[in-house]
Each structure stands twice: as structure tokens, then as C-alpha cells.
């Protein structure tokens, strides 16, 4: 049962999110073919520059992929839908969350095949120790970009907008980053070993990274447990024979019928258990 709702709520996040997704790797491809034509820099720095780019718009998706997870659902209007299917917490993050990081993958993975392919790398970035450096930046790249999802979908649990969420997160993001960066600054001047210090940088981004899912959770467990007006679902103007207004606890499910006839769902109090 719960890897069914998983797989639906999967299949769910690729409808909602693909046109984003698309989007953004086409605007990332476009510019890597115009940056290719107009670099005037050393042949050596090209690949760098375009995989860089692929990174940086990359970011953009991650935080447009959290922001999207749960505020969508307030403005779409499909929360009561999210609640009614009696799903865990944490599969509803879990499923939202796997969907935001393996897209975010593939983002990268097609972004940096696609910069190889216009501009091969010089073989001195594939021999020797350049191997580890070029490792560990990927490495750090990922986390980086899975850690601003996870950002992101916080914000996206608290926030009512899906551009709020997506500010929310972005400064929320930046801030955090900042303060990641000035520690790691901070532990490369002490030990005097830049790469070390990116190692040690990267386990705190892993550090935090489960923090943040122990936080996702928690406000997911809040996110689905509340009561739902019958009002809520009259901004679109159905109509409907029949509703169900349910309410989601921790140590169980209500479910309260409703018989609305045919007439337009209008402004009710919510209804609760008694």
C-alpha cells in the first residue's frame, strides 16, 4: 500500500513539475551554446565555464522543485485531496523529496553531457590528482544543490504562495550557504589545506542535510493534520453531489460526510470532532 502511494505521488510530482523542468534545461543548454561561441578566454577555462553554468541554473531548479512541492498544493487546492489519501508524513515528504533530488541529478547530468560534448575537457583535468579534485567538486556540487531542495521544501510547507516559498528559500538558501562557506574559508586558513577543508565542509552540508529532513518531517506531520472547511473547495465553483471533509491525526483518520445536494459549496464553519 504505501509503495503504491509512493509511486503515485511520484508519478503526481513529474505531471506538476516536468514543464519546469524542461524549461530550465532548455534555457541551461541555449546558454552553454551561446557561451561556447562567445568565449574569448583561455581554451582550458571552457568546460569549467559551461558545467559551472549548468551548476548555477541547476540551483535555480532545486529551489523551484522544493517551492513547488507543498505550496502548489495550497494554491491548486489539492491539500484536501493530499490529506484524504491518508498517507505517512514521511512518505509524502520522502516522495516529494527523492522526485526533487533525482531530477536535480539528471539536471546536472545532462547539463555536463551536453558541455562536454560542445567542448571536450583538456585531458590535464582527467589525469592524476586533478581526477580527486574534479570528485570532490562534483561531490560538493550535488550536496549543495540537494541542500538548497531541502531548504526549499521547508519553505514550501510554511508558506501559503509558491513565490513566496521560492523567496523564502532563496534568501533562506543564500544565507545559510554564506555562513557554510565563511566556515569553511575559516577551517582551510587554519589547517592550510583547501581540499580538506571542502571534505569538512561537505559533511556539515550532509549534517544538515538530515536535519532538514528531520524538519520536513515534522512540519509534514502538521501540514496534514488539520481541518478543512467545506468553503475551501468552492474557489473554483464546482459543484459537487456529494464531499467529504476529512480530518488527519496522528492516531488516526476522520472522515465526516457531508451531503451538499446540488448547490454551489458555499462558506461554511469547518467541522470538527466532536
Known sequence: ????????????????QRSLWFALLAATLLL???VSQLWMG???????GLVSLGVGLGWFYALGSGAVSF???REDDTQIRMVAMACPPAVTVSAKVVYGAITTLFFLLVSTAFATWLRPPSLAILEGAQQIVLIETSILAIVSLWFALLVAV????MAQRVLLA???????TSVLETILFSVTLGQASSIHDAWRAMQWGVAIKVFAIGILCLLAYGLARRWLNRDFPVGTLSRRRFWFPSIRVVRIRAD???VVPVDLGDSECGPVPSIKEA
Not at 521547508?154 to 510547507?157: A, D, E, P
Open 1 to 16: 500500500m504505501t509503495s503504491a502511494i509512493f509511486g503515485r505521488l511520484m508519478w503526481k510530482e513529474f505531471r506538476v
Open 32 to 34: 552553454q551554446i551561446l
Open 42 to 48: 583561455p581554451a582550458s577555462e571552457v568546460w569549467p
Open 71 to 73: 505550496a502548489a498544493e
Open 154 to 157: 521547508g519553505c514550501s510547507l
Open 166 to 172: 521560492l523567496l523564502m528559500a532563496g534568501i533562506v
Open 252 to 254: 488516526g483518520t476522520i
